[in-house]
């Protein structure tokens, strides 16, 4: 079992350069989780998809970042017109069936850096 | 609203010593409550959780917290620490009524040789 498998692991974008961060959950889970790691901060929820829904959003920032998980293939987060703000750690989760406590596990992350 | 609170952004202790790190929550619905390491340039990993059975949870690595209701507290011991501890501790809060976890600002454990 590859466990969450983050890609890439790091990734350089000019300013106002699309970014593409994915995120293959572990075999069985349907749950995916993004999360955030600015500098000097926990780490920030920012959306919940189960397949092909998004379940919860309301850590998204309202422009630019869009997310999903479809049918077939890893979830997708998508940054839009990058900005130096974006630059930080992004860490996706996935759990089997939702966060009760059972399986939930994290990726190693995709650091991005924004020039 | 739903809170978790880190009281320290930094802890240092001698190799050999006890460890204590702080953790504070506030939430209206009885939660899950955990604790996780981060260690440089390597994703989070689960140390322990607490989902409402023992109020002492024992996980990995020798650590420990103990959840304590009437002080809304969950923090993590371990007896002696060692270099291999050092690290970045995040405490998460999981409000099960709605599937949304809340972090902690994390806890730069420091060891001292």
């Known amino acids: 079992n590859a466990g969450v498998m983050q890609n890439p692991r790091h990734l350089v974008r000019r300013r106002g350069q699309e970014a593409r961060l994915r995120c293959s959950p572990m075999?069985?889970?349907?749950?995916v989780y993004w999360y955030r790691q600015l500098p000097e901060e926990g780490l920030k929820f920012m959306v919940y998809l189960q397949k092909e829904n998004i379940i919860d959003e309301s850590g998204m920032p309202k422009e630019r970042f869009s997310a999903e998980f479809p049918k077939e293939g890893p979830s997708i987060l998508r940054i839009q017109q990058v900005v130096r703000g974006d630059s930080a750690a992004y860490f996706c989760?996935?759990?089997?069936?939702?966060?009760?406590?059972?399986?939930?596990?994290f990726g190693s992350g995709t650091r991005l850096t924004v020039v | 609203a739903q809170s978790v609170t880190q009281l320290d952004s930094h802890v240092s202790v001698s190799e050999g010593t006890p460890v204590l790190l702080r953790c504070n929550y506030s939430?209206?619905?009885?939660?899950?409550l955990f604790w996780y390491v981060q260690h440089p340039n390597k994703g989070l990993q689960l140390l322990l959780k607490?989902?409402?059975?023992?109020?002492l949870v024992k996980g990995i690595n020798g650590f420990e917290a103990e959840f304590k209701k009437s002080e809304t507290s969950f923090h993590l011991t371990k007896p002696s620490a060692h270099m291999s501890d050092a690290a970045e501790y995040f405490c998460v809060v999981s409000l099960n009524r709605d599937d949304k976890i809340i972090f902690g600002k994390g806890t730069r454990l420091h060891i001292l040789p």
């Open positions: 607490y989902t409402s059975a023992a109020t």
């Open positions: 939430s209206s619905y009885s939660p899950s």
């Open positions: 075999k069985g889970h349907s749950h």
């Open positions: 989760a996935s759990s089997a069936t939702g966060i009760d406590g059972y399986g939930y596990t």
